[in-house]
């Protein structure tokens, strides 16, 4: 008898697939009939009885299931197990899904025969990923060949065997030196080590190229500067009329003129002092001779004997030879780079729009305004530092000239350029300045004009600190006091003079940076 048995498949079958119409249980299928089995049965016991189920549906979905089981032998060819299931509904035919015997796939919805849905299949996890986005890495194939084949317990060593060698390594046709590996992925040691090496490696090259080019980078500094520093006065020249081109012109022909007349008015006292110097050396060497003091010293130790001898030395040739060389490279280098930056400051400042649209362009579009705007105002910034400055550099010219020309000293109109170029330099421009032209008073003049001189730069660097300094300044950079001195001795460390200039605007940049940017998005943290 066949089973009966209903399948447990955790759920109640739909009509048409387990049971029946009416709810009666339909018997399970048979299992497969063996032909030669069958044929052997027929010929030794005879009949042999078919079974065959057929289920019915009505058109209206009233019908009833029907079974049943005959059999008959009537030839000695073998019987087979037929399951046929006709549903009609509604006068329109549909074929159910069914099988024709145990060993039927009948799987091709993911049903089991049972009526049971199958488990999905799982994929198989990625092994290799990528380490910065953490996607999946797609692998590819490896060519179709020998498998290499995993070395047995007991196997000889490869090493010493070349059958097991090339057993191992899967040779072939197509691979006679065996199957390669997968590729080094990302994440391996090897490549990660490789890239972060080149990475290094590059950083060191730009490093040292910017090193040796630092020379070439502080010009462009300087250059790019100061036409941002003279900008604010090509601006002027064209609120009345003129157009850019004959702004910049103008302007720079002023630059020029000023280097020169600095230079022409050095020249001529240096070239007086040169002469009067060549021309009073006997004097000089006279009374050296007489002095007292002098002779009873060179009666003691020799004094002219020594420097006669260190004077016709091969080392003290040699030494001043290399002295007036090096100060020769020095005043070539200085002109070259003087000139250098005029050239870089007439570009910069002809094309300074042109540079700004540039730079902004390369800002985000929904950011570009506000990085214009804040560039503008930077910019504006460093031009209101250099006029401040070249304003503070003139007055300072101007007292010293009038001063120096009520007090009687020679070239007064020289010193006074040099006090002008002096305080430039944040700090210690002033000083230096103030040191020099009371060294020069001291050797053209008297011991009184000296130190009429100290007391005359002490007050006056007390009144540009405390009411000329703050008041300019305040107006263009509006920069903190403490924050313009650190600013200027960091500035000083790293790059001299340039670096000093450089860092007072620096910092006025930086700080307007933080209180525009860095503060506001603090607050919505």
Known sequence: MPDETPQHDGREPAPGEGRSATGRRVPAPAPPADDTDEADRDTDTGP????????????????????????????????TDSSTTDSTENGSGTTGSGTSGPGGSGDDDGVAPSGALRPEEIEQPVGERDPATGAPVTLPAARSGAEPVAPEPGAPDPAHDVEQRKREAGVDHLFPFGKPGQPLGRAHPFVFGFTAALGVITAWMLVKAATNAKSVLVMIVVAMFLAVGLN???????????????AVATVFLIVILFFAGFVASLVQPVSEQVTELRHNIPEYVQQLQNNKTLADWDKRYGL?????????????????????????????NGIFQTITILIL???????????????????????????????????DRIGGYVA???????????????????LGVKYALALALIVAVTDLVPLIGATIGAVIVSLVAFLTG????????????????QVENYLVYPRVM????????????????VGAALLGVVGALLAIPTAAAISLLIREVVMPRQETL
């Open 48 to 79: 042999t009885k078919t079974d065959s189920t057929d289920t019915d549906s009505s058109e209206n979905g009233s019908g009833g299931t029907g079974s049943s089981a005959t059999g008959s032998a009537e030839t000695d060819s073998s019987t």
């Open 232 to 246: 604010p006065a090509v601006e002027r020249l064209r609120r009345f009329g003129l157009p850019r081109g004959a």
């Open 304 to 332: 002219l004997e020594r420097a006669e001898k260190t004077v016709n030395g091969d080392g003290f040739q040699k030494g001043l030879t290399d002295t007036a060389t090096g100060i020769g490279k020095v005043a070539i």
């Open 345 to 379: 400051t007439l570009y910069f400042l002809s094309s300074l729009p042109q540079i700004k649209t540039f730079f902004y362009q390369l800002a985000p579009r929904t950011r570009r305004a506000r990085v214009a705007l804040l560039g503008d105002e930077i910019l």
């Open 388 to 406: 401040g400055q070249f304003t503070i550099a003139l007055i300072a010219g101007v007292c010293s000239y009038i001063f120096l020309s009520i």
């Open 446 to 461: 008297t011991t009184t004009d000296l130190i009429v001189c100290a007391i005359f730069y002490v007050v006056y660097q």
């Open 474 to 489: 305040k107006r263009t950079v509006d920069v903190q006091p403490a924050v313009t001195i650190v600013a200027a001795l």
